[in-house]
């Protein structure tokens, strides 16, 4: 078994560098089946869910060079299979962007379908939707999705029932080769669908409006391989060294990020009673006091992101006062707050509502990291907590932050990972 121990309490202090931005990563690896040739990445996030969609890649045909730790060159020159076992691809959720890209370059497709963070339903049926729409044949049976062409994928209009990152993405790659415009209306606005599309189109693809409501796509007969592309900093691992920083009052300069994409979490912030300053590729969070309660309601971007909502409940569960979150975007994301009950916290969770009544300490308790952004808060609440805190399930935090013991670690944390012999 792996796991955290996270000696507490400790006020962070220093500098952190954040990594390449995993959901953009996780949809650009994919992306790069589209182009018979070369892609040069950089800021790649070296983490699990990377690593594993590298596995899918090869297992394709791709040849990957892994130039360092951040950097690949993915060559699809070969690639042969539009196989995807779902062994493979039940691993983790952003697989089902193999579905966009395979139908691009191959007339029959089959992907198993994905895994990813419990967080209640996870359909797929607006992905479903939009390559139906774009003249794909789809097939659900056995654990696979079975797609299908007899002729190149028609421009057409779009209009999503729900907003939805993986639909937004999976439709933008299934008609960069279609033939003819195709328009994506009521779409997701995250700053990784403003990355795939500025990828995709430095390459030779025509996408317009990504970032927007409405998203034109002028299809294209092929894309050119490309020389090097460098993805964005990832949104949700600086948010996450945001809130500790506040959480634990400390003083900490986050780095390589990109602060109008952390608006939403900077607002909460300055709420809360930190100061706040924003440079060009970094902010500084700085909170010398206990924070103020606030109340947070999850909501597609621009709103606050469902996926920091688990971070900054460590600052209700220690606030002053009595907040709430409610969360808009999944129906089960509040098993974490059984957790922080443990170690002392105040929270009652009812469906989509959580209400947190501040307490002035938290101590030490044995936590489970039930899904990536839970864990990220387990270790939040460990460094707050007088004593130690045992985390178990970290596999679920190693998919999605790199290094992040060195990161924590750097700002002043104590944090130790053990694996023990018994379960290797
Ligand atoms: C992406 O998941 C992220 N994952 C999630 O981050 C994030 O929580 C989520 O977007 C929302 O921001 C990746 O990018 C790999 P959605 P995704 O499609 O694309 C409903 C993390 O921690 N829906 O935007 O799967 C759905 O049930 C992870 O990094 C349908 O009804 O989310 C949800 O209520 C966890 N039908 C809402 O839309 C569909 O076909 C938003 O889901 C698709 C989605």
């Known amino acids: 078994m792996e796991k955290f121990v996270v000696h507490g309490p400790c006020h962070l202090k220093g500098e952190v560098t954040i990594s390449g931005a995993k959901n953009a990563a996780v949809a650009i690896l994919p992306a790069t089946l589209l182009v018979k ?10 983490i699990s869910d990377i690593r594993a969609y590298c596995k899918i890649l090869e297992s394709l045909g791709s040849k990957i060079e892994y130039v360092s730790d951040n950097e690949l060159i993915i060559d699809n020159s070969e690639v042969s299979s539009a196989i995807a076992s779902y062994e493979l691809t039940s691993k983790f959720r952003a697989s089902y962007y193999l579905l966009g890209s395979l139908l691009g370059r191959f007339d029959k497709v089959q992907i198993g379908l994905p895994g990813g963070c419990k967080l209640g339903a996870r359909p ?22 079975y797609a299908s062409k007899t002729e190149q994928l ?4 779009i209009f999503f029932d729900v907003v939805s990152v993986g639909s937004t993405m999976n439709a933008i790659l299934a008609a960069t080769l279609a033939d003819g415009i195709t328009t994506l209306e009521n779409v997701a606005k995250e700053p990784h669908i403003v990355d795939l599309a ?18 034109k796509i002028t299809g294209v007969k092929e894309l050119h391989q490309k020389s090097s592309y460098s993805i964005i ?43 706040v300053e924003e440079f060009e590729s970094s902010i500084r969070v700085k909170m010398d006091k206990r924070p103020t309660s606030f109340n947070i309601k999850t909501l597609p971007y621009p709103g ?22 409610l969360e808009t975007i999944w129906e089960s994301r509040f098993q974490y707050t059984d957790e922080l009950n443990k170690m002392g916290a105040n929270i009652t969770a009812h469906g989509s509502t959580a209400v947190f009544t501040g307490v002035e300490k938290i101590y030490g308790a044995p936590v489970i990291a039930h899904d ?20 178990t399930e970290i596999h679920h935090i190693l998919r999605g932050y790199e290094n992040i013991i060195g990161k924590f670690e750097s700002l002043g944390a104590k944090i130790e990972y053990i694996k023990t012999e018994d379960d290797e």
Request: glycine letters at 12%; proline letters at 4%; charged letters at 20%.
């Open 233 to 275: 900093p990832d949104q949700i691992e600086a948010g996450t060294f945001m809130a500790a920083a506040a959480a634990t009052q400390g003083d900490v300069l986050v780095k390589n990020c990109i602060p109008k994409h952390m608006e939403p979490i900077t607002a909460k912030l300055i709420e809360a009673g930190c100061e």
């Open 304 to 325: 606050f992101p469902t996926d920091m909502q688990p971070q900054m409940s460590i600052l209700l569960t220690l606030g002053e006062g009595t907040g709430t979150i």
């Open 154 to 157: 028609k421009g057409t209009n």
């Open 37 to 46: 040739g070369k892609c040069h990445l950089e800021n790649v996030p070296n």
């Open 124 to 145: 797929i049926d607006q992905h479903i939707k939009a390559f139906k729409k774009l003249g794909a044949k789809i097939i659900v049976r056995n654990g696979n999705v």
């Open 198 to 215: 500025n990828f995709l189109n430095s390459m030779g693809a025509n996408i317009k409006g990504a970032g927007t409501d409405i998203i």
């Open 372 to 391: 990536l952004r839970a864990g990220a808060a387990m270790i939040i609440a460990g460094l707050c907590a007088e004593g130690q805190t045992e985390i």
